[in-house]
């Protein structure tokens, strides 16, 4: 399953913007990577539910919380799978 998260479609770029950035609001990956609300909340959950991201939330009043989102020590190894990828095609 771990491996079929990781080919999907944008993963790879979240993980590496998420290592690039350290720790994103969703609103700033969404605008970075130009990614539609609803796949990358979908593909968010699935990386959080996988520990390879962490989220947190802020609360500012009453208004909806903000999430940012963080790679975990897990997610950070996951990141060699990538690098392993990239030595073979050369």
Avoid: C, W
């Avoid at 991201?53 to 799978?81: C, H, N, Q």
Wanted: zero cysteines; a positive charge; glycine letters at 4%.
């Amino acid at each position: 399953m771990l491996l079929k998260l990781l080919t999907k479609k944008n993963v790879k770029e979240i993980l590496l913007l998420l290592k690039k950035e350290d720790e994103l609001q969703f609103s700033d990956i969404q605008s970075i990577l130009e990614l539609h609300k609803g796949n990358l909340s979908t593909t968010l959950k699935e990386l959080e539910k996988e520990g390879i991201v962490s989220r947190r939330e802020e609360r500012e009043d009453k208004r909806i919380p903000k999430a940012y989102f963080k790679l975990t020590e897990y997610g950070l190894k996951i990141l060699s799978i990538y690098d392993l990828e990239d030595k073979l095609k050369a």
